[in-house]
């Protein structure tokens, strides 16, 4: 089964350049298949977040650059 690598940044804040400052990154490799509550799951077990009462926001960037 193929894997995507993808980076998980957390406990920081976005930045006016829309860019995430701060906080920790930690890279988890995703199954493709993953559906977007896996997706959703595999960051909680990550993150270390227990139970259902915290929200998670999820956000990408994406760098043009590395598609070159």
Same mark, same amino acid.
């Given at each position: 089964?193929?894997?995507?690598?993808?980076?998980?940044?957390?406990?920081?804040?976005?930045?006016?350049?829309? &860019?995430? !400052?701060? *906080?920790?990154?930690?890279?988890?490799?995703?199954?493709?298949?993953? +559906?977007?509550?896996? @997706?959703?799951? #595999?960051? &909680?077990? !990550?993150? *270390?977040?227990?139970?259902?009462?915290?929200?998670?926001?999820?956000? +990408?960037?994406?760098? @043009?650059?590395? #598609?070159?």
């Amino acid at each position: 089964m193929d894997e995507v690598c993808v980076f998980v940044k957390y406990n920081g804040q976005w930045g006016d350049t829309l &860019r995430y !400052v701060g *906080g920790e990154m930690k890279g988890i490799l995703v199954p493709e298949t993953t +559906t977007h509550v896996g @997706l959703i799951e #595999l960051d &909680r077990s !990550v993150i *270390g977040i227990r139970g259902l009462d915290k929200i998670i926001v999820m956000d +990408t960037v994406l760098n @043009l650059e590395c #598609l070159l």
